[in-house]
């Protein structure tokens, strides 16, 4: 079982987040100032660390550069309300892993915990209809046939997929694929999604990747 610290000073959101977590089977240490959360992150064993920006006697900043001194590996995921340009590169110029923006869903933060925790090493094989996608090699096929993505259509693919079943919004998607946590133009996604689905069409029939209207998008088999 994998072990997670939580740093976040707002009683409400910790507990929201200590239940939650454990209910998937992590393990969570939680304190609610910097100071502690860096104690306890001393005297731990940690595999992922979830840090409020804004926190009492010592900030998430402060936290982050003082475990990336020693600590080059450790997954480090910010909570932040902060959504500047400026404020997101210095947040990952500590060394954090991502970064997501207050009010987030359970959902979202629990997918990119997934991700930050996936050995990189291990192969994962996705499935969507008759289509295949390697994580690891990044390819995609269909039959014996390798279907020819670019990186964003592959990202794209891949992260509908994962998520498979359930309705993406486009918001969602520019902030977790194109990595992009502040307000963008999001028509680069239906360039990327119009050009994937051509694609996609040479060799698989049916439209698996569905447009819902004034939402997002869904991937069902």
Same mark, same amino acid.
């Given at each position: 079982?994998?072990?997670?610290?939580?740093?976040?000073?707002?009683?409400?959101?910790?507990?929201?987040?200590?239940?939650?977590?454990?209910?998937?089977?992590?393990?969570?240490?939680?304190?609610?100032?910097?100071?502690?959360?860096?104690?306890?992150?001393?005297?731990?064993?940690?595999?992922?660390?979830?840090?409020?920006?804004?926190?009492?006697?010592?900030?998430?900043?402060?936290?982050?550069?003082?475990? =990336?001194?020693?600590? +080059?590996?450790?997954? !480090? !995921?910010?909570?932040?309300?902060?959504?500047?340009?400026?404020?997101?590169?210095?947040?990952?110029?500590?060394?954090?892993?991502?970064?997501?923006?207050?009010?987030?869903?359970?959902?979202?933060?629990?997918?990119?915990?997934?991700?930050?925790?996936?050995?990189?090493?291990?192969?994962? !094989?996705?499935?969507?209809?008759?289509?295949?996608?390697?994580?690891?090699? =990044?390819?995609?096929?269909?039959?014996?046939?390798?279907?020819?993505?670019?990186?964003?259509?592959?990202?794209?693919?891949?992260?509908?997929?994962?998520?498979?079943?359930?309705?993406?919004?486009?918001?969602?998607? !520019?902030?977790? %694929?194109?990595?992009?946590?502040?307000?963008?133009?999001?028509? %680069?996604?239906?360039?990327?999604?119009?050009?994937?689905?051509?694609?996609?069409?040479?060799? %698989?029939?049916?439209?698996?990747?569905?447009?819902?209207?004034?939402?997002?998008?869904? +991937?069902?088999?």
């Amino acid at each position: 079982m994998k072990h997670i610290l939580i740093v976040e000073d707002e009683e409400g959101i910790l507990q929201f987040l200590k239940q939650g977590l454990e209910e998937e089977n992590y393990i969570i240490t939680a304190a609610n100032n910097g100071l502690d959360g860096y104690n306890r992150y001393q005297y731990g064993n940690f595999d992922l660390v979830i840090l409020d920006w804004m926190l009492p006697k010592m900030t998430g900043l402060e936290v982050c550069q003082k475990i =990336r001194e020693s600590d +080059a590996k450790t997954p !480090i !995921i910010f909570l932040t309300a902060k959504d500047t340009v400026q404020e997101t590169v210095e947040g990952l110029k500590t060394g954090a892993n991502d970064y997501i923006k207050k009010p987030f869903s359970f959902d979202e933060l629990l997918e990119r915990i997934k991700v930050q925790l996936r050995d990189p090493n291990q192969q994962e !094989i996705l499935e969507l209809g008759p289509m295949k996608i390697n994580a690891l090699s =990044r390819s995609v096929t269909a039959g014996e046939t390798e279907i020819p993505l670019t990186q964003k259509e592959f990202d794209l693919l891949s992260y509908l997929i994962r998520n498979k079943g359930r309705v993406v919004t486009r918001t969602e998607i !520019i902030n977790d %694929v194109w990595n992009i946590h502040f307000e963008y133009d999001t028509g %680069v996604i239906d360039v990327c999604m119009n050009s994937l689905r051509k694609k996609l069409s040479q060799l %698989v029939e049916e439209d698996y990747l569905k447009t819902i209207r004034g939402m997002g998008y869904i +991937a069902k088999d």
